[in-house]
Protein backbone atom coordinates (compact mmCIF):
# COMPACT_ATOMS: atom_id res chain seq x y z
CA UNK A 1 0.00 0.00 0.00
CA UNK A 2 2.59 2.48 0.96
CA UNK A 3 4.41 1.77 -2.67
CA UNK A 4 1.30 2.42 -4.33
CA UNK A 5 1.07 5.80 -2.24
CA UNK A 6 4.65 6.61 -3.75
CA UNK A 7 3.30 5.80 -7.16
CA UNK A 8 0.37 7.78 -7.15
CA UNK A 9 2.00 10.88 -5.46
CA UNK A 10 5.11 10.55 -7.88
CA UNK A 11 2.36 10.03 -11.15
CA UNK A 12 0.69 13.12 -10.03
CA UNK A 13 3.54 15.07 -9.54
CA UNK A 14 5.28 14.71 -12.75
CA UNK A 15 0.94 15.53 -14.41
CA UNK A 16 1.40 18.64 -12.47
CA UNK A 17 5.10 19.82 -13.97
CA UNK A 18 5.22 21.54 -17.08
CA UNK A 19 9.12 22.00 -18.77
CA UNK A 20 9.20 24.91 -20.85
CA UNK A 21 12.32 24.62 -22.73
CA UNK A 22 14.77 27.27 -24.76
CA UNK A 23 13.15 29.40 -27.53
CA UNK A 24 9.59 28.67 -25.22
CA UNK A 25 7.52 30.64 -23.05
CA UNK A 26 4.50 29.20 -21.16
CA UNK A 27 1.07 30.76 -19.17
CA UNK A 28 -1.35 29.47 -16.59
CA UNK A 29 -4.50 28.78 -17.83
CA UNK A 30 -7.09 27.83 -14.79
CA UNK A 31 -10.59 27.63 -15.03
CA UNK A 32 -10.51 29.09 -18.84
CA UNK A 33 -8.51 32.13 -17.30
CA UNK A 34 -4.74 32.81 -18.33
CA UNK A 35 -3.30 33.41 -14.59
CA UNK A 36 0.36 34.40 -13.19
CA UNK A 37 3.54 35.21 -15.15
CA UNK A 38 4.74 34.35 -18.41
CA UNK A 39 7.58 31.65 -17.43
CA UNK A 40 10.64 31.50 -20.38
CA UNK A 41 12.58 28.74 -19.39
CA UNK A 42 12.20 25.94 -16.50
CA UNK A 43 9.42 24.16 -14.78
CA UNK A 44 5.84 25.28 -13.81
CA UNK A 45 3.67 23.26 -10.93
CA UNK A 46 -0.08 23.51 -11.46
CA UNK A 47 -2.81 21.67 -10.73
CA UNK A 48 -4.03 19.58 -13.28
CA UNK A 49 -7.46 18.80 -12.08
CA UNK A 50 -8.42 23.00 -12.57
CA UNK A 51 -5.32 24.31 -14.94
CA UNK A 52 -2.89 23.74 -17.65
CA UNK A 53 0.19 25.56 -18.97
CA UNK A 54 -0.33 26.65 -22.51
CA UNK A 55 3.45 26.65 -24.21
CA UNK A 56 3.64 28.57 -27.35
CA UNK A 57 7.37 28.90 -29.44
CA UNK A 58 8.96 32.66 -29.16
CA UNK A 59 11.36 31.19 -32.41
CA UNK A 60 11.03 32.84 -35.64
CA UNK A 61 8.48 31.10 -38.17
CA UNK A 62 8.07 31.50 -42.18
CA UNK A 63 4.74 30.93 -43.06
CA UNK A 64 5.14 30.19 -46.73
CA UNK A 65 2.35 30.99 -49.36
CA UNK A 66 1.71 30.46 -53.04
CA UNK A 67 -0.58 33.66 -54.35
CA UNK A 68 -1.34 35.30 -57.79
CA UNK A 69 -1.55 39.07 -56.94
CA UNK A 70 -2.73 41.65 -59.16
CA UNK A 71 -1.30 44.08 -60.36
CA UNK A 72 -2.25 48.38 -61.59
CA UNK A 73 -3.09 47.16 -65.45
CA UNK A 74 -5.13 44.66 -63.65
CA UNK A 75 -2.72 41.73 -64.78
CA UNK A 76 -1.85 38.43 -62.33
CA UNK A 77 1.68 37.69 -61.31
CA UNK A 78 2.51 34.54 -59.51
CA UNK A 79 4.93 34.49 -56.96
CA UNK A 80 5.86 32.55 -53.75
CA UNK A 81 5.60 34.54 -50.57
CA UNK A 82 7.84 34.13 -47.47
CA UNK A 83 5.80 35.94 -44.00
CA UNK A 84 8.70 36.06 -41.28
CA UNK A 85 7.61 36.42 -37.87
CA UNK A 86 7.48 35.46 -34.21
CA UNK A 87 5.96 35.91 -30.78
CA UNK A 88 6.65 38.18 -28.13
CA UNK A 89 6.74 36.41 -24.98
CA UNK A 90 5.56 39.30 -22.36
CA UNK A 91 2.47 39.30 -24.81
CA UNK A 92 1.57 36.04 -25.16
CA UNK A 93 -1.58 36.23 -23.38
CA UNK A 94 -2.92 38.85 -25.35
CA UNK A 95 -2.24 37.13 -28.41
CA UNK A 96 -4.33 33.80 -27.33
CA UNK A 97 -7.27 35.70 -25.86
CA UNK A 98 -7.44 37.52 -28.82
CA UNK A 99 -6.36 35.26 -32.32
CA UNK A 100 -6.44 31.75 -30.60
CA UNK A 101 -3.54 29.05 -30.83
CA UNK A 102 -4.48 29.27 -34.80
CA UNK A 103 -3.09 32.80 -34.97
CA UNK A 104 -1.21 32.06 -37.87
CA UNK A 105 -4.09 32.04 -40.44
CA UNK A 106 -5.21 35.46 -39.23
CA UNK A 107 -1.64 36.08 -40.00
CA UNK A 108 -2.19 34.93 -43.88
CA UNK A 109 -5.75 36.48 -44.21
CA UNK A 110 -4.44 40.23 -43.19
CA UNK A 111 -1.44 40.07 -45.42
CA UNK A 112 -3.21 38.86 -48.54
CA UNK A 113 -5.64 42.06 -47.63
CA UNK A 114 -2.64 44.07 -47.49
CA UNK A 115 -0.75 42.60 -50.47
CA UNK A 116 -4.18 42.89 -52.87
CA UNK A 117 -4.19 46.71 -51.85
CA UNK A 118 -0.32 47.53 -52.14
CA UNK A 119 -0.13 45.21 -55.45
CA UNK A 120 -2.74 46.52 -57.16
CA UNK A 121 -0.79 50.13 -56.96
CA UNK A 122 2.25 48.96 -59.20
CA UNK A 123 2.91 47.50 -62.35
CA UNK A 124 3.48 43.47 -63.29
CA UNK A 125 6.94 44.74 -64.09
CA UNK A 126 7.16 46.46 -60.69
CA UNK A 127 7.02 43.09 -59.07
CA UNK A 128 10.30 42.07 -61.11
CA UNK A 129 12.69 45.33 -60.77
CA UNK A 130 14.19 47.09 -58.55
CA UNK A 131 10.49 48.43 -57.06
CA UNK A 132 10.02 45.12 -54.84
CA UNK A 133 11.32 46.38 -52.16
CA UNK A 134 9.07 48.90 -51.90
CA UNK A 135 6.42 46.50 -52.26
CA UNK A 136 7.70 44.14 -49.63
CA UNK A 137 8.01 47.39 -46.87
CA UNK A 138 4.40 48.68 -48.08
CA UNK A 139 2.47 45.39 -47.47
CA UNK A 140 4.83 44.74 -44.30
CA UNK A 141 3.72 48.48 -42.84
CA UNK A 142 -0.17 48.03 -43.70
CA UNK A 143 -0.04 44.66 -42.02
CA UNK A 144 1.30 45.79 -38.81
CA UNK A 145 -0.76 48.34 -38.82
CA UNK A 146 -3.78 46.03 -39.26
CA UNK A 147 -2.75 43.23 -37.10
CA UNK A 148 -2.17 45.81 -34.22
CA UNK A 149 -6.19 46.78 -34.17
CA UNK A 150 -6.48 42.76 -33.51
CA UNK A 151 -4.29 42.03 -30.70
CA UNK A 152 -0.30 42.69 -29.72
CA UNK A 153 2.30 40.12 -29.26
CA UNK A 154 3.10 39.42 -33.22
CA UNK A 155 5.77 40.60 -34.51
CA UNK A 156 6.18 40.61 -38.21
CA UNK A 157 10.15 40.81 -39.70
CA UNK A 158 9.95 40.82 -42.97
CA UNK A 159 7.38 40.12 -45.69
CA UNK A 160 9.80 38.10 -48.57
CA UNK A 161 8.41 38.36 -52.57
CA UNK A 162 10.24 35.39 -54.18
CA UNK A 163 10.22 33.18 -57.57
CA UNK A 164 8.48 36.29 -59.19
CA UNK A 165 6.24 34.52 -62.55
CA UNK A 166 5.09 37.75 -64.85
CA UNK A 167 2.29 36.49 -67.48
CA UNK A 168 4.05 35.29 -70.24
CA UNK A 169 3.75 38.50 -72.80
CA UNK A 170 4.85 40.68 -70.55
CA UNK A 171 8.26 38.40 -69.56
CA UNK A 172 8.88 38.45 -73.19
CA UNK A 173 8.62 42.12 -73.32
CA UNK A 174 10.94 42.64 -70.19
CA UNK A 175 13.45 40.35 -71.35
CA UNK A 176 13.43 42.34 -74.86
CA UNK A 177 13.88 45.43 -73.07
CA UNK A 178 16.60 44.51 -70.85
CA UNK A 179 18.32 43.42 -74.22
CA UNK A 180 17.76 46.38 -75.67
CA UNK A 181 19.19 48.22 -72.83
CA UNK A 182 22.13 46.04 -72.56
CA UNK A 183 23.16 46.59 -76.29
CA UNK A 184 22.83 50.41 -75.81
CA UNK A 185 25.37 50.79 -72.47
CA UNK A 186 27.13 48.35 -74.77
CA UNK A 187 27.46 50.66 -77.60
CA UNK A 188 27.95 53.67 -75.21
CA UNK A 189 30.60 52.13 -73.76
CA UNK A 190 32.17 51.46 -77.21
CA UNK A 191 31.54 54.66 -78.72
CA UNK A 192 33.16 56.37 -75.46
CA UNK A 193 36.16 54.31 -75.84
CA UNK A 194 36.45 55.55 -79.45
CA UNK A 195 35.96 59.27 -78.20
CA UNK A 196 38.84 58.76 -76.12
CA UNK A 197 41.43 57.14 -78.42
CA UNK A 198 40.34 59.77 -80.79
CA UNK A 199 41.53 62.47 -78.12
CA UNK A 200 44.37 60.57 -77.89
CA UNK A 201 45.76 61.03 -80.99
CA UNK A 202 45.11 64.32 -81.51
CA UNK A 203 46.56 65.45 -78.47
CA UNK A 204 49.36 63.03 -79.92
CA UNK A 205 49.53 64.93 -82.97
CA UNK A 206 49.36 68.34 -81.33
CA UNK A 207 52.42 67.18 -78.99
CA UNK A 208 54.13 66.35 -81.92
CA UNK A 209 53.78 69.44 -84.20
CA UNK A 210 54.55 71.66 -81.16
CA UNK A 211 58.10 69.74 -80.46
CA UNK A 212 58.31 70.25 -84.27
CA UNK A 213 57.85 73.96 -84.12
CA UNK A 214 59.96 74.11 -80.70
CA UNK A 215 63.02 72.45 -82.20
CA UNK A 216 62.66 74.91 -85.62
CA UNK A 217 62.60 77.64 -83.33
CA UNK A 218 65.80 76.67 -81.51
CA UNK A 219 68.20 75.40 -84.87
CA UNK A 220 69.81 79.11 -84.74
CA UNK A 221 72.88 79.26 -86.62
CA UNK A 222 74.77 79.20 -83.70
CA UNK A 223 73.09 75.27 -82.82
CA UNK A 224 73.70 74.08 -86.37
CA UNK A 225 77.30 75.16 -86.60
CA UNK A 226 78.23 73.09 -83.09
CA UNK A 227 76.62 70.38 -84.28
CA UNK A 228 78.40 70.43 -86.77
CA UNK A 229 81.88 70.78 -85.32
CA UNK A 230 80.63 67.78 -83.23
CA UNK A 231 80.29 65.32 -86.10
CA UNK A 232 83.44 66.55 -87.45
CA UNK A 233 84.79 65.15 -84.00
CA UNK A 234 82.95 61.45 -84.60
CA UNK A 235 84.21 61.61 -88.23
CA UNK A 236 87.51 61.88 -86.91
CA UNK A 237 87.76 58.55 -85.31
CA UNK A 238 85.81 56.58 -88.04
CA UNK A 239 89.04 54.55 -89.81
CA UNK A 240 86.56 54.35 -92.98
CA UNK A 241 87.21 56.64 -95.78
CA UNK A 242 84.78 59.39 -96.36
CA UNK A 243 85.01 62.98 -98.47
CA UNK A 244 83.34 65.78 -96.67
CA UNK A 245 82.45 68.89 -98.70
CA UNK A 246 82.08 72.12 -97.11
CA UNK A 247 81.76 75.95 -97.83
CA UNK A 248 83.15 76.43 -94.41
CA UNK A 249 80.12 76.70 -92.41
CA UNK A 250 77.77 73.12 -92.87
CA UNK A 251 80.11 70.43 -93.51
CA UNK A 252 78.35 67.59 -96.21
CA UNK A 253 79.38 63.96 -95.92
CA UNK A 254 79.96 61.69 -99.03
CA UNK A 255 80.13 58.10 -99.19
CA UNK A 256 82.03 56.14 -101.82
CA UNK A 257 78.54 55.24 -103.36
CA UNK A 258 77.64 59.01 -103.70
CA UNK A 259 81.23 59.47 -104.82
CA UNK A 260 80.86 57.26 -107.74
CA UNK A 261 77.26 58.29 -108.99
CA UNK A 262 78.89 61.94 -108.93
CA UNK A 263 81.84 60.74 -111.08
CA UNK A 264 79.73 58.97 -113.20
CA UNK A 265 77.12 62.17 -113.81
CA UNK A 266 80.70 64.27 -114.78
CA UNK A 267 81.57 61.86 -117.48
CA UNK A 268 78.03 61.38 -118.99
CA UNK A 269 78.15 65.17 -119.12
Same mark, same amino acid.
Given at each position: ???????????????????????????????????????????????????????????? !?? $?? *???? /?? =????????? @?????????????????????????????????????????????????????????????????????????????????? !?? $?? *???? /?? =????????? @?????????????????????????????????????????????????????????????????????????????????????????
Amino acid at each position: MKYLSVLFLSLLLLSSCAVIRPGEVGIKQKLGKFTGNIQTEGTILYNPITSKVVKESTQT !KN $IK *LFLS /LP =SKEGLSVNS @EISILHRLEGEKIASVLKNLGKDYESVITSVFRSAASDVCAKFYAKDMHSGKRADIEREILDKMKINLEKQAEGIQLIAVLM !KQ $IQ *LPRG /LA =SSVERKLQA @EQDAMRMEFVLTQEKLEAERKIINAKGERDAQIIISEGLTEGIIRIKAIEAFKELSKSNNAKIIITDGKTPLLVNENQKENTSKKKRDN
